[in-house]
């Protein structure tokens, strides 16, 4: 009796076992045809699983595309230690300034590293210096996050999809009695998944947006009201915007034009708060945020 469970269970594993078998030759073939990305310098040692990596940025000629089992038998490289989960010990990591345990490429947090022209301590003080400047001519400061419903074209020669995130905005503003000009920066993160016929890519661009406009207050067009309930403004008009972001290590930017309008609610004689949309050929988008009256004159006229 017992021979005879043994021969029943040899007869239903065996079965299992060769499909275990395949299922495995299927997963080592694939994982041997997985696109990987490669620098074409001589001196470099590995290869990569996305085009973002850290490890691509001390690449001085051209990125190549090539299968897993091309990058490792015909070009000799490991796999990258920074951006492959499970790299193995014999990986080799060609940008020694960054490991993997520093830095997650799907992160979307803001970091001062993503200033990329902040090189040394003097662009620092620069920058310091300049945001000072900006914040001395000014009356008010607007801090809000924004949406884009339309967000900003990145082109690709790739088949991609696009997921925007929430952007941080901080905008100056210099009042001129009724009308206002304004003048800010904001930064933003998006989720692109490129597909590819072998392997499917996700990583995040950071995209960066400088603004210029200028607003006019329409209230003083309406039929005005003895006691209103609610203070609210409305303002219109031009903006001019730059944005710029990197893809593939290439500089991709764009200048556009368009309005804006924004509806403000007092919520104090200090602080207002705004609802704001822009209207350009760069990107649109929506913004909620407070607006800060931290100085009702410049100090010279104090």
């Known amino acids: 009796m017992k021979k005879t469970k043994i021969i029943f269970l040899l007869i239903f594993l065996i079965p299992l076992l060769g499909i275990s078998q395949d299922t495995k030759k299927k997963k080592e073939s694939k994982d041997a045809n997985t696109e990987v990305v490669i620098c074409e310098d001589n001196d470099k040692l590995s290869f990569h699983s996305h085009a973002q990596c850290i490890g691509l940025e001390t ?14 038998k015909t070009h000799e490289r490991k796999a990258c230690c920074i951006c492959w989960d499970n790299p193995g010990e014999d990986c080799k990591n060609d940008n020694p300034d960054y490991y993997s345990d520093e830095i997650d490429y799907n992160d979307s947090g803001f970091y001062v590293d993503d200033l990329w022209w902040l090189d040394s301590g003097e662009p620092y003080f620069l920058v310091i210096a300049l945001v000072s400047s900006v914040a001395l001519i000014s009356n008010e400061v607007y801090i809000g996050g924004t949406y884009a419903f339309l967000p900003p074209k990145i082109a690709t020669n790739l088949s991609q999809t696009m997921e925007q995130g929430l ?25 692109i998944q490129d597909n590819r016929t072998n392997q499917t890519e996700y990583f995040d661009v950071q995209n960066y947006v400088v603004s210029l406009a200028y607003l006019y207050e329409m209230n003083q067009h309406f039929s005005s009201q003895k006691n209103p309930m609610v203070n609210i403004k409305f303002y219109a008009g031009p903006i001019v915007t730059y944005g710029w972001n990197f893809l593939d290590n290439q500089l991709i930017d764009k200048l556009g034009i368009g309005g804006t309008v924004a509806v ?10 705004d609802v704001r949309s822009n209207f350009t050929n760069y ?12 100085q009702e004159r410049l100090p010279w006229r104090r």
């Open 264 to 273: 403000s609610i007092p919520m104090g004689s200090k602080f207002h708060f």
């Open 59 to 72: 690449c001085e000629s051209n990125f190549a595309y090539v299968e897993a089992v091309a990058a490792t």
């Open 167 to 191: 952007a941080g905005s901080l905008i100056f503003r210099k009042n001129f009695k009724q009308n206002a000009l304004e003048y800010g920066f904001s930064t933003s993160t998006y989720n």
């Open 283 to 294: 990107s649109s988008e929506v913004s909620f945020g407070v607006r800060w009256l931290y």
